[in-house]
């Protein structure tokens, strides 16, 4: 089959169902707003500060851009050879081989869907912490008191995260074109509320408590899990690794980008070092200003944050600062929605999930509002997991982030063990640096793995479980179970992955083959419902 004749069928039966209007900005804002580091370092800081206290936070943080940073470069090397909604799956199947692509697809594709909705579905509760902290503020009592042990505080967390969810997922169903303008409202609005933090912050910390010690801010060790004290250490990437996590949305909205073979990939390595470099800013600005850890102990907010702010601002700069943490981490969870409905939509149209011939569908406009109901359902569903459970926060944390960490290991373990030699369309190619980058990055990745399905707080008991191993291994056996039973002529045959994996080592790749075959296909685009 020519090159071009490939393209013609690949455009027409995959591609071209979405829109392509997108450029560098909203690659790159894909990826920097669904991390939304200054929301991320504020929403989770107080686990590193819990796990091996200020100097765990930041050491750990350094050691978490470069092997982070890294991973981004793996990532996106093999983006750029195959820019595909749908991204890390197929980056996963193709990047180990055509013999067992299939196998690893459906793994890595369940494992990719249910970290993206659960990540959604947490970013939701966290959003809720933050508002209802301000009961706090105003002294506000709540039957039965602001604490997680309290069932009917639980009720009412359940009932806010709801509501967000519900919030985040209907602008998912604004034009494409509306869309982007969602993108750049997000960078403008983290721009401010970093600004605010590098200045008013300190300006009040000088005016009230006053800034710590640098021996506080750098060298102060704590113990707050139980956990041995190694361990406990350790336990710090939880925070340091889940604020730096999901760079590969850029590659989740490629086929709804110009140029996505240098474009997708360059959203993937600029967000992860944007991400990075502020991210670090920000933790060092807060163990400046925070107080003593023993004035945490005061603290009975569900967000610790939203006292601080009061502290250093009164009840007024308090409030401000809240308002605008919730509103960006609502917009952070629409677009994190926006990279897991084009996962999902992709994995639907290749026939995986159940329903799939229904969630596959787009509109009109090229969008897969289908998908983005599933992912209401899935984490509204999820979100039921607070009412049972008073450690649902750091469950639903790492929930969010093992499945992705575990694929990006996967795809670094299987270039450097499978494919280490393909790829040759890719426009970033690590030449040299491939084997010590491949190898680094499967090393941290599995480490981190293991830190985020290890319980949190020691002694574990049933009641403060973390149950994010469990989500995980059902996921997996759900993934094998339908790669099991779902015939090999449905979905990623054989011959389909190897005429993908042939033109990722021609010139030009699929993205530019792709391309040349969309004036062929204009009069041959399918019907949408």
């Given at each position: 089959m020519t090159s071009l004749a490939f393209g013609v069928r690949f455009a027409h039966c995959l591609l071209q169902t979405l829109h392509r209007t997108w450029h560098q900005l909203e690659s790159f804002a894909a990826s920097f707003c669904a991390l939304n580091f200054i929301g991320g370092v504020r929403s989770f800081f107080f686990l590193g500060v819990i796990a091996g206290g200020p100097a765990a936070v930041w050491s750990s943080y350094i050691i978490t851009m470069i092997f982070m940073f890294i991973t981004a470069a793996v990532l996106a090397e093999i983006c750029s050879a195959l820019p595909l909604s749908g991204s890390i799956y197929i980056w996963a199947a193709e990047a180990a081989g055509p013999k067992y692509a299939r196998f690893v697809a459906f793994v890595v594709s369940f494992w990719a869907a249910s970290a993206w909705m659960t990540f959604a579905a947490g970013n939701c509760q966290t959003t809720a912490n933050f508002l209802l902290s301000l009961l706090t503020v105003f002294e506000i009592n709540y039957p039965g008191g602001?604490?997680?042990?309290?069932?009917?505080?639980?009720?009412?967390?359940?009932?806010?995260?709801?509501a967000f969810f519900l919030l985040a997922i209907s602008m998912n169903f604004l034009p494409p074109r509306w869309y982007s303008r969602v993108f750049k409202f997000s960078l403008g609005l983290m721009a401010v509320d970093f600004l605010l933090n590098m200045i008013w912050l300190p300006i009040g910390v000088v005016k009230t408590y006053g800034f710590r010690s640098a021996h506080d801010a750098f060298l102060t060790t704590y113990n707050g899990t139980g956990a041995p004290p190694a361990w406990n250490w350790i336990l710090s990437f939880l925070f340091t690794a889940g604020t730096l996590t999901g760079f590969d949305a850029s590659g989740h909205i490629a086929e709804e980008t110009k140029n996505a073979s240098i474009v997708a990939a360059r959203g993937i390595l600029s967000s992860a070092f944007a991400t990075?470099?502020?991210?670090?800013?920000?933790?060092?600005?807060?163990?400046?200003?925070?107080?003593?850890?023993?004035?945490?102990?005061?603290?009975?907010a569900p967000q610790p944050f939203v006292q601080v702010y009061v502290l250093a601002?009164?009840?007024?700069?308090?409030?401000?600062?809240?308002?605008?943490?919730?509103?960006?981490?609502?917009?952070?969870?629409?677009?994190?929605?926006?990279?897991?409905?084009?996962?999902?939509?992709?994995?639907?149209?290749?026939?995986?999930?159940?329903?799939?011939?229904?969630?596959?569908?787009?509109?009109?406009?090229?969008?897969?509002?289908?998908?983005?109901?599933?992912?209401?359902?899935?984490?509204?569903?999820?979100?039921?997991?607070?009412?049972?459970?008073?450690?649902?926060?750091?469950?639903?944390?790492?929930?969010?982030?093992?499945?992705?960490?575990?694929?990006?290991?996967?795809?670094s373990l299987l270039r450097l063990t499978q494919t280490r030699n393909h790829f040759k369309s890719t426009?970033?190619?690590?030449?040299?640096?491939?084997?010590?980058?491949?190898?680094?990055?499967?090393?941290?990745?599995?480490?981190?793995?293991?830190?985020?399905?290890?319980?949190?707080?020691?002694?574990?008991?049933?009641?403060?479980?973390?149950?994010?191993?469990?989500?995980?291994?059902?996921?997996?056996?759900?993934?094998?179970?339908?790669?099991?039973?779902?015939?090999?002529?449905?979905?990623?045959?054989?011959?389909?992955?190897?005429?993908?994996?042939?033109?990722?080592?021609?010139?030009?790749?699929?993205?530019?083959?792709?391309?040349?075959?969309?004036?062929?296909?204009?009069?041959?685009?399918?019907?949408?419902?």
């Amino acid at each position: 089959m020519t090159s071009l004749a490939f393209g013609v069928r690949f455009a027409h039966c995959l591609l071209q169902t979405l829109h392509r209007t997108w450029h560098q900005l909203e690659s790159f804002a894909a990826s920097f707003c669904a991390l939304n580091f200054i929301g991320g370092v504020r929403s989770f800081f107080f686990l590193g500060v819990i796990a091996g206290g200020p100097a765990a936070v930041w050491s750990s943080y350094i050691i978490t851009m470069i092997f982070m940073f890294i991973t981004a470069a793996v990532l996106a090397e093999i983006c750029s050879a195959l820019p595909l909604s749908g991204s890390i799956y197929i980056w996963a199947a193709e990047a180990a081989g055509p013999k067992y692509a299939r196998f690893v697809a459906f793994v890595v594709s369940f494992w990719a869907a249910s970290a993206w909705m659960t990540f959604a579905a947490g970013n939701c509760q966290t959003t809720a912490n933050f508002l209802l902290s301000l009961l706090t503020v105003f002294e506000i009592n709540y039957p039965g008191g602001i604490d997680p042990t309290n069932i009917k505080w639980r009720a009412l967390v359940w009932a806010v995260s709801e509501a967000f969810f519900l919030l985040a997922i209907s602008m998912n169903f604004l034009p494409p074109r509306w869309y982007s303008r969602v993108f750049k409202f997000s960078l403008g609005l983290m721009a401010v509320d970093f600004l605010l933090n590098m200045i008013w912050l300190p300006i009040g910390v000088v005016k009230t408590y006053g800034f710590r010690s640098a021996h506080d801010a750098f060298l102060t060790t704590y113990n707050g899990t139980g956990a041995p004290p190694a361990w406990n250490w350790i336990l710090s990437f939880l925070f340091t690794a889940g604020t730096l996590t999901g760079f590969d949305a850029s590659g989740h909205i490629a086929e709804e980008t110009k140029n996505a073979s240098i474009v997708a990939a360059r959203g993937i390595l600029s967000s992860a070092f944007a991400t990075g470099f502020f991210s670090f800013a920000t933790i060092i600005l807060y163990l400046f200003c925070t107080p003593p850890i023993e004035k945490w102990f005061e603290f009975y907010a569900p967000q610790p944050f939203v006292q601080v702010y009061v502290l250093a601002l009164g009840k007024g700069g308090g409030v401000v600062m809240t308002i605008i943490a919730v509103l960006g981490l609502i917009i952070n969870t629409s677009i994190a929605i926006v990279a897991a409905s084009r996962l999902i939509f992709a994995i639907a149209r290749d026939g995986v999930l159940p329903g799939s011939w229904w969630v596959g569908r787009v509109t009109p406009e090229g969008q897969p509002r289908n998908a983005v109901i599933v992912m209401f359902v899935f984490g509204a569903v999820l979100l039921c997991t607070i009412l049972p459970s008073n450690v649902a926060f750091t469950s639903l944390v790492s929930a969010g982030a093992v499945p992705t960490i575990a694929a990006y290991g996967l795809i670094s373990l299987l270039r450097l063990t499978q494919t280490r030699n393909h790829f040759k369309s890719t426009k970033f190619n690590l030449g040299r640096l491939k084997v010590p980058f491949y190898l680094s990055a499967v090393l941290f990745n599995a480490l981190v793995v293991a830190v985020m399905v290890s319980p949190f707080v020691f002694p574990v008991t049933a009641q403060n479980l973390n149950y994010a191993g469990v989500i995980f291994g059902v996921v997996t056996v759900m993934a094998i179970a339908s790669w099991w039973f779902t015939p090999s002529d449905r979905w990623l045959r054989y011959e389909h992955v190897k005429e993908i994996w042939d033109t990722t080592d021609q010139p030009g790749g699929i993205d530019q083959t792709v391309e040349a075959a969309t004036q062929a296909t204009e009069d041959r685009k399918p019907q949408f419902i």
